[in-house]
């Protein structure tokens, strides 16, 4: 038998002569230049010293929903903002709750649907405990004393928060703090 030789080249040999004398990369050589170009390019992409982004703010109208003399320690008045068909609950708790308002800063307004499939939580509040739900379809219940967030349940987002002002005796519906279920953007104009 003939014996064959094979030319073995050494690891530190990065440059490989090809037909015609011409050079190739390795693989080493491509994937570090690859690696390279990709860090490169993305470097690029983040803004550094350029502008923020505005966020978007949604504003409303102005809307009266009650009055700071009707309302009752546990007893939730029901009303529609800002638009006809989303329901909200506004609750005197009698304890002080995160961006309440009246004197006792106890005073909150929330959206009534649950923020994980949107179930309904129409007559689901609990004065003794200042809670709203347990929702019929996963059971998640919400503590309207910390701005609406989950107390127990399914949901991983905090119920839609009305921002209220006071004039005088009347209650007015001013904004939406957070994402109503089913909608993409609380814009003024609907985008549901």
């Known amino acids: 038998m003939s014996q064959k030789t094979i030319p073995v080249h050494s690891a530190s040999d990065h440059a490989h002569e090809h037909e015609g004398n011409r050079l190739c990369m ?5 994937l570090l230049t690859g690696g390279a170009a990709v860090a490169l390019i993305s470097l690029g992409s983040f803004p550094g010293d350029a502008e923020a982004a505005q966020a978007l703010k949604a504003t409303y109208p102005r809307q009266k929903i009650g009055s700071l003399s009707a309302l009752k320690v546990g007893e939730p008045l029901d009303f529609n903002y800002p638009y006809p068909d989303i329901r ?3 609750v005197k708790l009698g304890v002080p709750a995160g961006a309440g308002i009246g004197a006792d800063h106890d005073i909150v307004a929330f959206n009534q649907q649950c923020t994980h499939m949107g179930g309904p939580l129409d007559g689901t509040y609990k004065p003794a405990h200042q809670v709203l739900g347990p929702c019929p379809l996963h059971l998640t219940t919400f503590d ?11 949901a991983t987002e ?3 928060q009305i921002v209220l002002e006071v004039q005088g005796d009347d209650i007015y519906a001013v904004g939406v703090m957070g994402l109503v279920y089913g909608y993409s953007a609380m814009t003024t104009k609907r985008t549901a």
Do not use: E, K, W, Y
């Open 88 to 90: 909200n609950i506004l």
């Open 26 to 30: 390795s693989r080493r050589q491509f």
């Open 144 to 154: 309207l004393t910390r701005h609406g967030m989950v107390a127990s349940g399914h």
């Open 158 to 160: 905090s119920l839609p």
